[in-house]
């Protein structure tokens, strides 16, 4: 019996994942939304739409959904903060929508008071992406016109979702600038791991020995600030909720974590950097990735108000972010990563999503 066993999920862990797509109903312009399946032998299902590349959920082997989001398209539609998207041309805030580059400037659409926040006023969260299934994955493909949003150069973005048999969601980013131009592509998934009102008692490790601090607008200074005895030590696991509402003038400018983090490690290496762990459930989140940084979000601006999936309504702290990017405003801040992407020469990232159990 026991061998059995052992053989069939030998056999599973070879298989590949499996990929179904269905409609998920319309934008109000009329453009058709697809929905994706993927779901590995072990039991991981995602479920990606077209309409932003959004991952609408992340089913675990017991069938817990980890990521916020909404039951229906109609839910996405509304005036809701990116659930589950893909934020681009420039995830994050560009200070008063402005930057030089090549010796000419640059003005965006602004949508957060005086800066551009995850791509302006209609960011790739709001586009309608054409998709392409694989074996095991699905390609989502969208051109972002030159001048769209007020960003120089057309930018062809691919990114691609794997479901492994090790359980984890793989993300691929490729994009290509038809001139020189700037692009920070992440995804803004909000996850709970236990499914109680907040994520307070979740223990979280992130391995940076550096943040960077930023001002009232969000907006970072340009330090590059050492963690060691601030709120934003997470190199030992630690409680998000332990040293959320310190005295800390950083802490007050987000109302909460709301800030970058400067990953250890080189950039560009997919390495291990972030663990977050429910002590109620036994799940575990582990990321990996390339990018030189993380803006972890505990959902301050979340204030009970928008009703999600199951009826559930989503109050502050309902649920974290682990935005792997590069620094907000680089744009502008000549000592952070360059987020230029230059004529030709493809942007290449990728983060990785392991959920298990404990
Ligand atoms: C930003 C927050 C913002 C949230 C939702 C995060 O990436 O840093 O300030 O409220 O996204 O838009």
């Not at 030998?10 to 109000?28: H, M, Q």
């Not at 072990?42 to 082997?61: F, N, Q």
């Amino acid at each position: 019996m026991l061998r059995i066993a052992l053989f069939l999920s030998a056999c599973a862990l070879a298989l590949p994942a499996a990929v179904k797509k269905e409609p998920f109903g319309r934008t109000p312009d009329g453009q058709a939304v697809e929905i994706y399946t993927l779901s590995n032998p072990a039991g991981l299902t995602a479920r990606i739409m077209t309409y932003g590349a959004t991952v609408v959920s992340l089913k675990t082997l017991d069938q817990f959904d980890v990521v916020l989001g909404f039951d229906s398209l109609q839910g996405y539609l509304q005036e809701q903060p990116y659930m589950g998207a893909i934020v681009g041309r420039y995830g994050n805030r560009i200070a008063k929508g402005q930057f030089q580059l090549n010796g000419k400037p640059y003005r965006l659409a602004v949508n957060n008071g005086p800066n551009a926040l995850h791509g302006g006023l209609r960011g790739f969260d709001k586009r309608v992406w054409k998709a392409e299934a694989k074996a095991d994955a699905v390609a989502f493909t969208y051109s972002s016109a030159a001048g769209e949003e007020g960003y120089p150069g057309k930018l062809d973005v691919t990114v691609t979702y794997t479901l492994t048999p090790a359980n984890e969601l793989r993300i691929e980013y490729q994009a290509v600038a038809s001139e020189d131009t700037v692009a920070n592509l992440t995804n803004h998934a909000y996850f709970n791991l236990s499914g109680e009102p907040t994520i307070l008692d979740h223990v979280l490790r992130i391995d940076a020995d550096r943040f960077t601090p930023v001002d009232a607008g969000l907006i970072p200074t340009g330090e590059l600030r050492d963690v060691t005895g601030t709120p934003f030590d997470f190199r030992k696991p630690t409680a998000v909720g332990a040293r959320i509402d310190a005295q800390d003038q950083q802490i007050q400018f987000g109302g909460g974590y709301d800030h970058n983090w400067v990953l250890n490690g080189a950039a560009g290496t997919l390495r291990k950097v972030i663990e977050a762990y429910s002590p109620r459930s036994g799940r575990v989140l582990t990321i990996s990735t390339t990018e030189p940084g993380v803006q972890f979000y505990t959902g301050n601006f979340l204030d009970g108000k928008l009703t999600g999936k199951g009826n559930r309504k989503y109050v502050r702290r309902a649920a974290f972010c682990f935005e792997t990017q590069h620094f907000p405003d680089s744009p502008n801040k000549p000592n952070f990563p360059s987020t230029v992407v230059k004529k030709g020469v493809p942007l290449r990232s990728t983060t990785v999503w392991q959920v298990t159990k404990r």
